[in-house]
């Protein structure tokens, strides 16, 4: 499931909302950004009712500032509300996929 996140409030009430959420936030005129949202959502999938959220900064400045981003993209893993993983700009698949599984798990047991 994606979602698109067009404001401070829809962010916050996404991850509060889910129990285990991921976050690719990207800009319009980044080929890095568009090229891995495909490779993020296709980890994602793997994952039942884990959700997708992306903001796109160049609509959605002031997300820079909320989550003290400096560079895109920057894909990020929310447990229970808060920040466990991020990866920025360089993103490691095999890494992201491996700590979205821990946080998976650690949600049944």
Do not use: W
């Not at 976050?23 to 950004?33: F, P």
């Not at 980890?43 to 820079?64: M, T």
């Not at 993983?85 to 650690?106: A, C, K, P, T, V």
Request: a negative charge; proline letters at 5%; aromatic letters at 8%.
């Amino acid at each position: 499931m994606q979602q698109i996140l067009a404001t401070i409030d829809s962010f916050h009430d996404f991850i509060a909302r889910h129990p285990l959420a991921v976050i690719h936030v990207m800009r319009d005129n980044c080929s890095v950004c568009h090229a891995v949202l495909p490779q993020i959502a296709d980890v994602v999938k793997d994952f039942p009712n884990v959700p997708l959220g992306i903001v796109n900064q160049s609509e959605l400045e002031e997300i820079a500032g909320e989550l003290s981003i400096f560079t895109v993209p920057v894909d990020l893993i929310y447990l229970d509300g808060k920040e466990m993983h991020r990866q920025g700009r360089f993103i490691d698949m095999q890494q992201f996929e491996h700590q979205l599984n821990l946080m998976y798990q650690s949600l049944d047991s």
